[in-house]
Every structure is written in C-alpha cells, then in structure tokens.
C-alpha cells in the first residue's frame, strides 16, 4: 500500500493509474477506522482496481472546537487495517497539506442543508463539500463510497457531484451495527461503559418509530414518542429526531405512497455527540 502525504503525490499516483486505465475507487474517512469503514474500503476493492483511502480529521467541518480536539486520531493503526481490506492508497495530509490558505469559497445546499445536521452544526456540510471536493480533484475517482449512517451528507455529497459535474458514481454503503444495534462510528470509542451500555436505546427508538411509520401513525406524534422515549433516558440529552422524505430530507407531515420515509436522530450521550438513522 502506498502512503501518500501530500497532494502532489497522490495527485501524481491518480493520474499514472488513470492513464494505465485502471478504475480508482475512493474512500474519504476521518480515521479512527471501524467495520463499517473497512466494509467501505472492502467494496470499493470489489468494484475498483485501486482503492484510495484518506485519513484527514477535516478542521473545517467541526463547528465544536471540543469536539474537533476529543475526534480520536490513531493513523498508524488505521494504516495497518487498509492494507488487509484491500486499500492501495492512504492519503494522509495535514492541515496545511488541504488548505495552504483557508477557502474562501462557500456552499450553500438550501433547503438540504437547512434540516437536521445542518441545523445543528452550522456550516457543517460548508466543510464536508469543501474537502470532499479537494479529495474529488486529487484521487480523480471513478467511484466514491460513503456510509448510509451520515445519511444527510450522502444527500448533500450527491448535489454536490451533481452541481459540480464531477464525473464520479456515488456508492453508499449501509450502515454496520454492533451486535446490540448500536450504528458503529468513530465517536463509539470514546462512551463510558456506562454510555456504552445505554446506547443501543438509539436503534431501539429508531425501530419502534419504523414499526410506527408502517401502521400509519402520523409523524408528529411518531417524532413525539421517540423524543419522549429518549429523554426517560437521563443518560440521553436528544438533539433531534426527525420524520423526514428519504430524497428531499424535509420533514414530513403525512405520507406519500411510494416514497421512502428516513427517520433520523442525533442525541448526546456522555458528552458524545451519537447519529443514526433507519429507512422506514
Ligand atoms: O464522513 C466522514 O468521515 C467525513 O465527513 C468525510 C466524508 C471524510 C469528510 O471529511
């Protein structure tokens, strides 16, 4: 596996592959790597004949300096699980590396970015297109893959190659669950054994609420009983729960036959900020 640190190198290795017409797949992480990013990095083999994996705690997308401080950075570790999940490529810049001088250019995704994550952590999906779009330029893929757990930044990541006209097929992956249903994230590592223990009520909520969507329970009151059901939870601080359009991601306040409904939460735990999300 090559290890690529800055922009010209992985720049320079994209197009050599490119030009000996090889597919490239790409696989854009923040480290701290889980099943669920090697069952990315696993597919992309499958599909590619590279497969490209970056490691960058993107600064641009934490709106919490705490946050962005506690995100667990362990690159020698991930390095060492890629190789085996069939990854040829780690890019692993630095700050400086990704932006010799800040960006000065903003996105703006509207109504997409308006709900949910976006909401909450302004300027959040600003940061996400900005370094998914340097990756975009530098790995030059054919194929992307991104977690279904992040559902609202594969929406917003599928604007963007379509705004952009980036040439590249987005491949999103479902998300792995422990075995009690707790989403596996980076974020995971840092819960208490006592966060830990409490945190599959998120699936649990999230289960109860599809169960709820398929009766045709309206989804105000389904978005009332999650909210409820979580914060009997002391250990749980909700920030969110929403009954969304599974394309448009805007709330809903009935049904339409044949649409898919995502029901989304984000919850603190512990002082960790926890997401998820189910197809209904
Ligand atoms: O999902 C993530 O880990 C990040 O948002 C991404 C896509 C690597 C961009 O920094």
């Known amino acids: 596996m090559h290890v690529f640190t ?3 190198a992985l720049r320079a290795h994209a197009e050599t592959q490119r030009r000996a017409g090889r597919r490239l797949g790409l696989v854009p992480t923040m480290g701290a790597l889980h099943a669920g990013h090697l069952a990315l990095v696993q597919r992309a ?3 590619n004949d590279e497969v490209i ?5 993107n600064p641009t997308q934490f709106n919490n300096p705490d946050d962005l401080r506690h995100y667990p950075r362990q690159p020698e570790a991930d390095a060492a699980l890629l190789a085996p999940a069939g990854c040829t490529a780690l890019f692993l ?5 990704i932006y010799p001088q800040p960006a000065a250019l903003r996105f703006d995704f509207g109504p997409l970015e308006r709900v949910m994550e976006g909401a909450h952590r302004p300027g959040h999906f600003n940061g996400v297109a900005t370094v998914v779009s340097k990756l975009f330029h530098l790995a030059r893929p054919h194929r992307a893959y991104f977690g279904q757990k992040d559902a609202q930044q594969v929406a917003v990541v599928r604007q963007l190659i379509t705004d952009l006209s980036f040439d590249i097929e987005l491949v999103a992956c479902p998300t792995l669950r422990e075995a009690d249903g707790l989403a596996m994230s980076s974020r995971n590592a840092r819960l208490s054994p006592e966060a830990r223990a409490a945190a599959p009520l998120l699936h649990q909520v999230l289960q109860a609420a599809a169960a709820q969507v398929r009766q045709g329970v309206v989804p105000a009151q389904v978005q009332a009983a999650a909210l409820a059901a979580l914060a009997a939870n002391a250990a749980f601080t909700p920030e969110y729960f929403e009954v969304a359009d599974g394309q448009t991601l805007q709330p809903l306040v ?3 036959a044949g649409r898919p409904v995502l029901l989304c939460v984000a919850a603190w735990l512990g002082g960790v900020r926890l997401i998820d999300n189910v197809v209904a």
């Open 45 to 47: 083999a499958a599909d």
């Open 254 to 256: 009935g049904y339409a």
């Open 6 to 8: 800055t922009a010209a």
């Open 53 to 57: 994996a970056t490691v960058f705690v």
């Open 93 to 97: 810049p630095t700050v400086e590396e």
